[in-house]
DNA sequence: CAGTGTCAAGGTGGA
DNA sequence: TCCACCTTGACACTG
């Protein structure tokens, strides 16, 4: 099991999402702000590395407009360096790597120039984690998208789509169920028919799901990810005390947290935990983690 | 320099 | 048909 957080660290004082207003886009803006975000990856897998953090997520912001029209900057040979080197500290390490595009990333939608702009954006995604020279247990997670009034159709078209992405994409792609709209059963259908393996977000499972233990699901999503993606990847957060609803909790509450893996047993998998303070909690989770040894032995895949 | 409106990109649901 | 809301953070303008 690897634990790991998303995109931000707030210890080491630099940040690998800088990003800018297109209004101020310049080439040699552009340029330098994407150095400046590959120096900080570098410093991140540092940290947690001498931390025995071994999961990050890579925010998207990485490259800015990446994906837009106005940026004709070819970063992948301009920055090609940087990304080996990112590549090899992430495989000395026994890393891993997870993205998650944003929003407005919607496979299924019915409107083609969303289509066609979120295949964009997934191919920057994908180009990145190639660039890095990363295994495909480097994902790219995703939700399935819209309902439009017709889930089963708006599932199918989901499946459709799929196919026609290119190969590159194709093969990083992940699922996510989402907290208002497609649970994990409607992700288990989808890979069912693509292949396409399931992340689990316990959270949103807890807001929009079955009734189903989390050992129970994690049984079925875990049956999702053959050898060639790696361990499942799920997703973990808690609601804000007394926050409004879907709200991500401050910072861990490792109670909570150790009940959880004490129920997963014997499932093993990699785990990002959404919240607040970052590299705080999956520290700390770390902590708990080497303290109870138990929680690392014995697990396998689903 | 602190406070705050706005940011490339979408979808849902209520008025 | 229009608009606030979803969640999150930070840029960049305002005073």
């Not at 004082?13 to 900080?40: H, I």
């Not at 925010?59 to 407009?65: E, G, K």
């Not at 360096?81 to 090899?88: A, L, S």
């Amino acid at each position: 099991m690897r634990i790991g957080y998303p995109c931000i660290n707030r210890t080491i004082g630099c940040k690998a999402n800088r990003t800018f207003r297109l209004k101020s886009y310049s080439e040699e803006r552009l340029v330098t702000t994407v150095q400046d975000n590959l120096d900080c990856l570098k410093a991140m897998l540092r940290f947690n590395a001498a931390n025995s953090i071994l999961f990050l997520r890579i925010a998207s912001d990485l490259i800015p407009f990446a994906s837009h029209p106005i940026n004709r900057v070819d970063w992948e040979k301009c920055f090609s360096t940087e990304f080996c080197q990112i590549g090899d500290l992430v495989r000395n390490f026994g890393m891993r790597i997870s993205m998650h595009p944003d929003q407005f990333v919607v496979i299924n939608s019915p409107d083609t120039d969303v289509f066609n702009r979120s295949v964009a954006e997934l191919v920057y995604h994908a180009r990145v984690l190639d660039a890095m020279g990363l295994d495909m247990t480097a994902k790219i997670q995703l939700h399935v998208g819209g309902v439009y009034r017709d889930r089963k159709q708006s599932m199918e078209r989901f499946t459709q789509r799929f196919f026609s992405l290119p190969e590159v994409v194709r093969r990083r792609l992940a699922i996510e169920n989402d907290d208002r709209l497609y649970t994990f059963r409607d992700c288990l259908t989808i890979s069912s028919e693509t292949g396409v393996p399931v992340v689990l977000d316990v959270f949103h499972h807890q807001v929009n799901g079955s009734g189903d233990t989390v050992k129970e699901v994690l049984e079925m999503v875990g049956s999702t990810w053959g050898d060639e993606h790696g361990p499942p990847m799920v997703d973990y957060s808690l609601q804000k005390p007394g926050g409004r609803r879907g709200s991500h909790a401050a910072s861990l509450d490792v109670q909570v947290f150790a009940r959880f893996l004490g129920e997963t047993r014997p499932y093993d998998f990699d785990i990002m935990l959404e919240i607040k303070d970052k590299e705080e909690s999956a520290l700390r989770a770390v902590r708990l983690a080497r303290e109870d040894e138990r929680f690392f032995e014995g697990r396998s895949k689903g």
